[in-house]
């Protein structure tokens, strides 16, 4: 059974940095792309920062030039370094992947979610 799971986040100062990490488990072919995700209270879920399994990032206009996504392909987990922190980064934050079973589907995957709060 493929598993997503999430560590990191926590309570933060204003301008302070956390890093999340997300490992995927279980059996499967491979993993295409990866994603960042975060819901705020009373908000929709939007998107934060994508991977390809190429290393090609992408990032919403939000958290541009303070978070960076990357991935380790060997260890199945990708990473978001968040720096500079504000208090509208406060959120739940998932990992989602597209995982590719041995029978060649692709399914997408979600994390458990790990809270973010940017507060003094």
């Known amino acids: 059974q493929v598993q997503l799971v999430e560590s990191g986040g926590g309570l933060v100062q204003p301008g302070g940095s956390l890093a999340l990490s997300c490992a995927a488990s279980g059996s499967f072919s491979s993993i295409n792309a990866m994603a960042w995700y975060r819901q705020a209270p009373g908000k929709q879920r939007e998107l934060v920062a994508t991977?390809?399994?190429?290393?090609?990032?992408n990032y919403a206009d939000s958290v541009k030039g303070r978070f960076t996504i990357s991935r380790s392909n060997a260890n199945n987990t990708v990473y978001l370094q968040m720096n500079s922190l504000k208090p509208e980064d406060t959120a739940v934050y998932y990992c989602?992947?597209?995982?590719?079973?041995?029978?060649?589907?692709?399914?997408?995957?979600w994390g458990q979610g790990t809270q973010v709060t940017v507060s003094s």
């Open positions: 989602n992947a597209e995982i590719r079973s041995w029978r060649f589907r692709v399914d997408a995957y």
């Open positions: 991977i390809t399994s190429g290393g090609n990032t």
